[in-house]
């Protein structure tokens, strides 16, 4: 069992940056693979970016590669996403997601998600 929670959200104005922060609970932290995705209003949950239990493999959106960095402490129980350049059509709500994948931006592929934290990027 994992617990997840988001932090980190807020308002920032367009080509700002903010790092979202997920800390996660139970024993097996470091054996899943985490995600984050995010939903707007409107529209559906889409992936964001992924990382392998090991921090080895990193996954993006083509939206966000290049300006987006997901990195994770597996003693600290903590993955992070960094967000720099942000743009107005970044702005949704924010979810940390935890599973054992195949494929990390398959969103039914992950078993555990936070409540999210809302981004709002102003023009």
């Known amino acids: 069992q994992v617990h997840l929670v988001e932090s980190g959200g807020g308002l920032v104005q367009a080509g700002g940056s903010l790092r979202l922060s997920c800390a996660a609970s139970?024993?097996?932290?470091?054996?899943?693979?985490m995600g984050w995705f995010r939903q707007a209003p409107g529209k559906e949950r889409e992936f964001v970016a992924g990382?392998?239990?090991?921090?080895?493999?990193?996954y993006y959106a083509d939206s966000v590669k290049g300006r987006f960095t997901i990195s994770r402490d597996n003693a600290k129980n903590t993955v992070d996403l960094q967000m720099n350049g942000l743009k107005p059509e970044d702005t949704a709500v924010y979810y940390c997601a935890a599973g054992k994948v195949l494929y990390p931006h398959v969103l039914r592929s992950y078993e555990y998600w936070g409540q999210g934290t809302q981004v709002t990027v102003s023009s």
């Open positions: 990382i392998r239990w090991s921090g080895s493999s990193t």
């Open positions: 139970g024993r097996t932290f470091s054996s899943y693979t």
